[in-house]
């Protein structure tokens, strides 16, 4: 308790340190979610749309789960150096497939009797796609993004290894900054998790037909951590 | 190649890799050569701590899981508590965690174990409850009309038939420590992240790569192999899983 309290006391008195180095850290997180999202999703909601490629769609993220970050990040010092695109890289391995896996899976799954209706009434594929098989496939697609933005946040802090800065300069440099430092630089990520996920939650919400808004958090667990790896071969 | 000198923290790059050669001195990108002549002698050990933090972690933490799931089965105060830890850990850094623990139990591998079970936790309680609960009630019923005690049912019945999704959760809490398991290098845990922070030290190129590349190897392995463990041991989902 008294070490909480000493770490309030160490964010108060170093409001600059912790603006920039949270500064860092967001920057670095919503720009690996950003081109993560950007790879991702489209593939994973063409896959599923189209209903091909189970096999790529789900395995990519049984092995983007597997690839340990700071391993990769190791990897990306060897042939990258060290900075920003470095700890990108990994942070985009770390979250794309996830991504990619949730946005199939979400797609893929829409009720055929929707689809099929769909397109009795003479929709176009695409039309199919934007009005009848994303709206319904909301809920599982933001569950991909939201666990993969929650890990990049948390994984982030590993970009102090490779000179990426953020929050982790602080975490890994207990000599300096003391229990106290590494509590409060500690907090203010997982903060910053929440707070993003909360964000996303209302994005979430708006963009789900309400009808669908009460099964949302439900899915979220099973989807990101049981279905998905039970499906797969 | 001369014998391989104690490692030692943050050393120089030349004389740390013995008699060096064009492409060490040059700290090219990867030399293939040096990493073959001191896989033995420098990589071999750090991959066997890696197997076995990762191994003992996951072997006490499946027991812990398994009675935390059966005690919520029966009280559901026990899983809301339980979800919360989960969810705060799976927020908080991996980093921060082991460092912290380091105050409460010292620098040694205990330390990083507490932490690594504590990380397999919210995967493998997750899934073993859901698998639980994904019995079919009619299954139970069959069970108990055969005179099957509590016990047996869970044994014979319930165990067996959430065996998959207990198995994905193995599975994912496996490579999950794996890649966690190189973080706890920091706090001198050993395994293959303590060539990363010792290449840190050193800049040498190959080392990073060869170390987090073996990483890399190791979970895809594992996770290949518990893949054919879990068929192996539910033959009956095969069909169903290929689509």
């Known amino acids: 308790m008294h070490t909480i309290i000493q ?3 160490f964010f108060g008195n170093h409001l600059h340190l912790f603006r920039t180095k949270t500064g860092q850290q967001l920057e670095l997180s919503l720009a690996s979610i950003g081109i993560a999202m950007a790879l991702a999703i489209p593939v994973g909601v063409w896959l599923g749309h189209i209903h091909r490629g189970s096999f790529l769609a789900i395995n990519v993220c049984n092995i983007g789960r597997a690839l340990p970050s700071l391993a990769v990040i190791s990897i990306g010092i060897g042939i990258l150096g060290i900075g920003f695109t470095n700890t990108m890289v990994a942070l985009v391995i770390l979250a794309g497939p996830v991504m990619l896996t949730n946005a199939y899976v979400a797609v893929e799954q829409v009720d055929a009797n929707a689809v099929q209706a769909a397109r009795a009434m003479g929709m176009r594929p695409w039309q199919v796609l934007v009005r009848v098989e994303l709206p319904l496939a909301t809920p599982l697609l933001f569950a991909g993004i939201r666990t993969g933005t929650v890990f990049v946040i948390a994984t982030a802090t590993l970009a102090t290894f490779a000179g990426g800065g953020g929050l982790g300069d602080i975490i890994a440099n207990e000599a300096s900054y003391g229990t106290a430092g590494v509590v409060a630089a500690s907090l203010t990520i997982t903060v910053l998790a929440f707070a993003v996920d909360g964000l996303l939650a209302l994005v ?3 963009l789900t037909a309400p009808p669908l808004r009460h099964q949302t958090d439900a899915l979220r667990t099973v989807a990101s951590v049981t279905d998905l790896s039970t499906e797969a071969p | 190649m001369s014998a391989w000198p104690p490692i030692a923290a943050g050393g120089v790059v030349i004389p740390k890799f013995g008699k060096p050669s064009e492409c060490v001195v040059q700290n090219h990108q990867f030399c293939a050569g040096w990493f073959i002549d001191h896989f033995s002698s420098r990589f071999l050990t750090p991959l066997l701590v890696h197997i076995e933090l990762t ?5 006490v933490g499946l027991p812990i899981a398994f009675a935390a ?10 899983e809301r508590g339980f979800s919360l830890f989960a969810a705060f850990l799976y927020t908080f850094p991996a980093l921060a965690f082991f460092e912290l623990m380091v105050q409460v139990t010292g620098i040694n591998k205990f330390t990083a174990e507490i932490a690594l079970v504590s990380y397999t936790q919210l995967i493998l309680f997750v899934n073993i409850l859901t698998g639980l609960r994904a019995v079919p009630p009619d299954a139970l019923e069959a069970a108990r009309a055969m005179g099957l ?11 067996p038939l959430a065996l998959p999704p207990i198995m994905a959760g193995i599975r994912i809490a496996t490579v ?3 890649s966690l398991a190189t973080v706890a290098a920091y706090i001198g845990a050993g395994g293959l992240g303590s060539l990363i922070f010792d290449a840190i030290g050193t800049g ?26 879990q068929r192996t041991l539910t033959p009956w989902t ?3 899983v290929v689509r």
């Open chain 1, 204 to 206: 979430q919400r708006a």
């Open chain 2, 149 to 159: 005690t509590h016990r047996q049912t869970l044994l014979r019945v319930e165990l």
């Open chain 2, 238 to 240: 095969r069909r169903s």
């Open chain 2, 55 to 59: 191994a003992i972690a996951v072997g």
């Open chain 2, 176 to 178: 999950t420590i794996i």
């Open chain 2, 69 to 78: 799931a059966l005690i919520s089965r029966r009280y559901h105060w026990f």
């Open chain 2, 204 to 229: 040498f190129k190959t080392e990073f790569i060869a170390a987090g590349g073996l990483a890399v190897v190791l979970a895809l392995v594992a996770d290949g192999g518990l893949v054919l463990l």
């Open chain 1, 7 to 9: 770490s309030f006391q």
